[in-house]
């Protein structure tokens, strides 16, 4: 059986889009960060690898394409040149299993635009990526409202694609500001990141985003959050609220509606899901895992739950599972043998 073949038809396909991996270019310049990852296990096997072993996962969950990005951490030109690389190879091989989002150097904004370019113009031997997945803040603290990025936005909006806003971990003004002296050091890292911080920092992110004009200068400009949204659905009608005081030319509803998009991605549960189909246009809610950190089986078994639950038609749960995605990043999804 060929590496990219499934282990059975799959009648209803299912994308998941925020997927991750760790590159050589990546590995070359360890951090302490990646280095902690080692010692979680069969993490970091999952991690690194771009074959077999994922898209025997992928099969576990009936998953039948995953979009593949990086993990966190800053990376040089050279280093996002080497990584987006490494993955369009990864892709090559594997054409109707893999589809890629590239890697940025989001401190240099004028190097990123240019990376997105050559990613996503179908340039690189035929192989085209479908936008960029980047961190919620560099590792200096660096968010991009400011008007140096508007050539990253700008290249986004002409090239139609999405920017994928991911969280990363607290940077070092964050972890000092919040930390705790009263609870172990693992437990303030997981506040401050999985476990709450870092799903805080990308709604902020968004929040300042819009407050910059970001989204009146660029009304066709595509950002997609994961985790269900990372806390904006929850709070939305209050943002409405405050956000009109600002002056911008669009509101935060009509940017919610025209803008942005949402994925699952290892948030098991329907209870904030029955939040987002009450505020949040269907057409905008997309499925993801966040493999290696979460296993595809799991989430197939909350689409299950989801489908048994009622609380969404045919249409809709086939919309979340992979139409969604396929239209907003133009992927081909049908079933392969």
């Not at 929040?207 to 939305?236: C, N, Q, S, T």
Request: aromatic fraction near 10%.
């Amino acid at each position: 059986m060929p590496p990219h073949s499934i282990t059975k038809l799959i009648a209803r396909p299912i994308i998941a889009l925020e997927e991750h991996f760790l590159s050589r270019a990546a590995l070359a310049s360890p951090n302490a960060l990646n280095e902690r990852m080692r010692a979680i296990p069969g993490l970091f096997d999952n991690f690194t690898e771009l074959g077999p072993r994922r898209i025997a996962d992928m099969d576990h969950g009936q998953v039948t394409m995953q979009v593949i990005s990086h993990g966190p951490g800053d990376l040089s030109p050279a280093q996002c040149r080497e990584t987006n690389n490494q993955l369009a190879e990864a892709i090559r091989a594997c054409p109707t299993r893999f589809a890629g989002f590239a890697e940025l150097p989001m401190h240099e904004p004028q190097e990123a635009a240019m990376e997105l370019r050559r990613m996503c113009s179908g340039a690189l031997d035929g192989i085209r990526f479908v936008g960029a997945l980047v961190d919620s803040h560099t590792e200096g603290g660096l968010y991009y409202d400011g008007p140096e990025f508007d050539v990253l936005w700008d290249e986004a909006t002409k090239l139609d694609v999405p920017i994928y806003i991911h969280p990363t971990w607290p940077s070092q003004q964050l972890f000092t500001a919040y930390r705790s002296s009263n609870i172990p050091e693992d437990v303030n890292t997981a506040i401050l990141s999985f476990g709450f911080g870092w799903h805080g920092d990308v709604a902020i992110h968004i929040l300042r985003l819009y407050a910059a004009g970001v989204f009146d200068r660029f009304p066709k400009l595509k950002i997609i959050i994961g985790h269900m949204g990372e806390m904006v659905p929850y709070m939305l009608q209050r943002i409405e609220r405050v956000s009109s005081r600002w002056g911008k030319e669009r509101s935060f509803r009509e940017v919610w509606d025209q803008n942005l998009w949402l994925t699952t991605s290892g948030n098991w549960a329907l209870d904030p899901l029955a939040c987002i189909l009450r505020n949040t246009k269907h057409d905008r809610i997309m499925y993801s895992v966040d493999y290696p950190f979460a296993k595809s089986a799991d989430g197939l078994k909350w689409l299950e739950e989801l489908e048994e639950s009622g609380m969404v038609t045919e249409e809709v749960l086939e919309g979340i599972r992979w139409r969604n995605a396929a239209q907003l990043l133009k992927l081909n999804a049908l079933p392969v043998s």
